[in-house]
Nanobody, 125 residues
Framework: QLQASGGGLVQAGGSLRLACVASVHTFVYYAMGWFHQAPGKERELVAAISRSGESTHYADSVKGRFTISRDDAKNTVYLQMNILKPEDTGVYSC????????????????????WGQGTLVTVSS
């Protein structure tokens, strides 16, 4: 139900834009998140956006570099990644939390109901 795309190989300092399309009829009721799993490490939340899009949350490691946004008309959530660093390398997955609290981004991975397959981002130094 979630299809992520936009990953690829980029040099350090470059940019990528990830997109995640949700095949649901009520996308407006889903809070969305992007997770990053680096090689050999656990998956971690990098950005989350509330149902309405009015609130967002970022991991400290990406603040000021990444921006999460959503287009409810297209059932899509985006992750704009700028000033990429080699440590940003890994698989990025999107996730959806159905019927979450309005205006509140979902922080905990266990609260997400649906997961996409992920897209690989490789940042070369």
């Amino acid at each position: 139900q979630l299809q992520a795309s936009g990953g690829g190989l980029v040099q350090a300092g470059g940019s990528l834009r990830l997109a995640c399309v949700a095949s649901v009829h009520t996308f407006v009721y889903y809070a969305m998140g992007w997770f990053h799993q680096a090689p050999g490490k656990e998956r971690e939340l990098v950005a989350a956006i509330s149902r309405s899009g009015e609130s967002t949350h970022y991991a400290d490691s990406v603040k000021g570099r990444f921006t999460i946004s959503r287009d409810d008309a297209k059932n899509t959530v985006y992750l704009q990644m700028n000033i990429l660093k080699p440590e940003d390398t890994g698989v990025y997955s999107c996730a959806a939390d159905f019927n979450s609290r309005s205006g509140v981004p979902t922080m905990m991975s266990r609260e997400y109901d649906y997961w996409g397959q992920g897209t690989l981002v490789t940042v070369s130094s």
